[in-house]
């Protein structure tokens, strides 16, 4: 009987490795295919949100307090926590996950706000020059950093760096608070380059979708705007989307846009270049064809509500 049972016992052994090895193959896949709304971030990532934080936090304390060659609230605020808030370091990932993609485009230009400088409604010629405008101001000026925040942030920043700069210098200044006042009252979030392409999407029709499909030609904010109209979920998220280390949640973006095999392709080839590995192309090759829109749009839902339960909740 022993002697029956050793090789049954093999076998159930072998069957139950691979049961093992698949149920943690199931578990890679999955987190692979449908990440969650928040992954930890590299070295890199955490180095570039570090630097972009500092340098928000010293152009609005130039606009407040006068420019200095280094920001001296901006350590403060770092070691008491108030840069670590969920919403401030969210918006910042974003600015980074957009920089990386205007870097691999090689450039952040819209030739299509170009174009619709000559369009026949008002409303999205003046959106288009305020793209251009928003761009030009966030690629070349320096000291600017700030015209990039949503309005809600930049309140908070700036009261928050009065508050440090009075705790510095041990007494208040009326003309520091006026000039927070005054950049609170003269900031315009119409005037911004998300807020300007969310303008243009909506009052272009259907003739232009091609040209806001392609981001070569539309620019990143345009894109991405684009998508963001179309799937229903936030601008940032769909930056950080793409940005993601795995190229699936963006193969997921796309098929649920419906955007056909080969313009899929060229996208993120466009936007994921350097990232874009041989594995993730054959996987892209051998089944984006089967992704159901429908069932790419549920994930896509799933994974806005995630984010939001994550940002409402508060964590860092």
């Known amino acids: 009987m022993d002697g029956l049972l050793g090789p049954q016992d093999d076998l159930l052994s072998i069957a139950c490795a691979h049961a093992r090895d698949v149920d943690a193959l199931c578990d890679d896949v999955a987190s692979i295919i449908f990440p969650s709304a928040v992954h930890t971030p590299s070295e890199a990532t955490i180095s570039a949100v570090s630097v972009k934080l500092l340098q928000i936090v ?17 350590p403060l605020l770092a070691r008491s926590g108030f840069l670590r808030k969920t919403d401030i370091v969210d ?22 706000a170009v174009e619709l400088l000559d369009h026949a409604d008002t409303h999205v010629i003046e959106a288009a020059q305020a793209l251009l405008a928003a761009d030009s101001l966030q690629v070349r000026s320096k000291g600017r950093s ?20 009075e705790l510095l210098s041990g007494s208040q200044s009326d ?44 620019g990143v904010h ?20 793409i940005d993601f280390e795995s190229a699936f949640p963006m193969m997921v973006m796309l098929a649920a ?47 806005s509500s995630a984010r939001l339960l994550f ?5 860092t």
């Open 58 to 74: 010293r152009d609005i304390e130039a606009r407040l307090h006068g420019a200095t060659p280094e920001s001296t609230c901006g």
């Open 91 to 112: 918006f910042a990932l974003a600015r980074v996950a957009e920089d990386n993609l205007i870097a691999r485009l090689g450039s952040g230009f819209s030739q299509l």
């Open 146 to 165: 700030y015209l990039t925040l949503p309005p809600e942030i930049l309140h908070k920043m700036c009261w928050r760096i009065v508050a440090a700069l």
């Open 175 to 218: 003309t520091i608070i006026d000039n927070a006042r005054a950049l609170i009252a003269r900031y315009d979030e119409a005037q911004t380059a998300t807020a300007s392409a969310r303008k243009i999407v909506h009052f272009l029709g259907d003739e232009n979708r091609a040209a806001l499909s392609n981001p070569h030609h539309a």
């Open 222 to 241: 345009l894109f991405v705007a684009h998508l963001s109209a179309d799937l229903n979920i936030g601008h940032d998220h769909i930056l950080r989307l």
């Open 257 to 303: 846009a419906g955007f056909p095999e080969h313009a899929a392709l060229q996208t993120m080839i466009d936007l994921r270049s350097q990232l874009l590995s041989a594995r993730e192309a054959a996987l892209f090759e051998a089944d984006y064809a089967h992704f159901i829109p429908e069932m790419a749009r549920q994930q896509i839902s799933d994974w």
């Open 311 to 315: 940002l409402s909740s508060g964590k």
